[in-house]
């Protein structure tokens, strides 16, 4: 079965940095688009970041851009997501998925696109 791990969340102050990694148990998943959710509590889940197959193009929810960076190494398998000045609503249990589509570089922004999905990481932002 495929599995997405996600690690690096935690407790931040405001202004603060988190990256978190998401590794992938199948090398396939270097051929798939990558992405980022998180679900505040009482919110639905929602886009944060995606990255093609191959690293060459990116998309960001527009309450992030400039401040998120999304990334992959896929000789390691990983994607991951730079948080910098984070702010208190940026706390939610983040997600990394994977759209089962080979070498697609059409953006993705819906988690209906996504095909896999982490077990998510808590990040928190205090004031």
């Known amino acids: 079965q495929a599995q997405l791990v996600e690690s690096g969340g935690g407790l931040v102050q405001a202004g603060g940095s988190l990256r978190l990694s998401c590794a992938a148990s199948?090398?396939?998943?270097?051929?798939?688009?990558m992405g980022w959710f998180r679900q505040a509590p009482g919110k639905e889940r929602e886009f944060v970041a995606t990255?093609?197959?191959?690293?060459?193009?990116?998309y960001y929810t527009d309450s992030v851009k400039g401040r998120f960076t999304i990334s992959r190494d896929n000789a390691k398998n990983t994607v991951y997501l730079q948080m910098n000045s984070l702010k208190t609503e940026d706390t939610a249990v983040y997600y990394c998925?994977?759209?089962?589509?080979?070498?697609?570089?059409?953006?993705?922004?819906?988690?209906?696109?996504?095909?896999?999905w982490g077990q998510g990481t808590q990040v928190t932002v205090s004031s």
């Open positions: 199948r090398r396939t998943f270097s051929n798939y688009a």
């Open positions: 990255i093609n197959w191959n690293g060459g193009s990116t």
């Open positions: 998925a994977a759209q089962a589509i080979f070498m697609s570089d059409a953006v993705a922004s819906s988690p209906n696109d996504y095909n896999y």
